[in-house]
């Protein structure tokens, strides 16, 4: 297994049985399933990236891709993968990413991937993600984050920005999705979740019995594409 496990956020699964089944409880919002993946994933990258950001990249062009025996083992994960998740009810995407749009609307308070986040759902649900190239997503423990809404001098200069009454202010926050962003505290433990590995965190939703699980999407690096599924 190569995640770095923080405190008692993550538990490992041994299979995908285990993955979609095993409950969230206390300070638990993340569950992997440590794989080391057969294949060839950038070359799967190479045959399909572009010049948008972001290139979803949906079955049928996957078959048709034509690949050395690496990249076909890498396609056949692909594939199993998203049998797995659809059979489980989920709608997987998979994505090639140069990149993600950044947010400059507002820059004392960025409200893209790269902020940690969480997810929000109006029904009970999940997030699952896997890296399988370039370089994965990262989480922090709830206690390790603080809400960016609540530092006085962030919620001041958004109180500026709102300029509406006070009884609406909540509503304006949540609208504009400020409340789903966090920072991490002084010291606070980054985890990686790995290359290869499939994991699943919870999501905001009304009824929901553990704290949603704060993640970010990495910075990548120069000239160099990712390819994640995500759903």
């Avoid at 538990?11 to 794989?35: D, H, Q, T």
């Avoid at 049928?60 to 890498?74: I, N």
């Avoid at 004392?108 to 969480?118: L, M, N």
Wanted: hydrophobic share 35%; glycine share 6%.
């Amino acid at each position: 297994m190569n995640l770095p496990y923080a405190s008692n956020q993550i538990v490992c699964a041994k299979n995908f049985e285990e993955l979609v089944s095993l409950p969230f409880y206390g300070a638990m919002n993340a569950i992997c399933w440590p794989r080391k993946l057969p294949g060839d994933f950038g070359e799967i990258v190479s045959k399909t990236a572009s010049d948008e950001n972001i290139k979803t990249i949906y079955e049928a062009e996957l078959c048709e891709l034509v690949l050395s025996e690496q990249g076909q083992l890498a396609r056949e994960v692909l594939l199993s993968d998203l049998k797995l998740l659809e059979e489980h009810g989920a709608s997987p995407i998979l994505n090639v990413i140069r990149c993600y749009e950044r947010d400059d609307a507002c820059l004392f308070f960025p409200t893209d991937v790269y902020s940690f986040h969480v997810d929000r759902s109006t029904v009970p649900a999940d997030t699952f993600l896997c890296t399988y190239y370039g370089a994965p997503s990262e989480i922090i423990p709830n206690p390790e984050a603080q809400q960016k809404v609540l530092v006085p001098e962030i919620r001041n200069e958004l109180k500026k920005l709102y300029r509406g009454a006070d009884e609406g202010f909540e509503s304006f926050l949540r609208e504009h999705f400020f409340d789903l962003h966090y920072s991490a505290r002084p010291g606070a433990t980054v985890t990686s979740l790995g290359l290869g590995n499939l994991c699943r965190l919870a999501v905001d939703y009304p009824g929901s019995k553990v704290s949603p699980c704060v993640h970010r999407a990495p910075k990548e690096e120069a000239g160099q594409h990712r390819l994640l599924m995500i759903c």
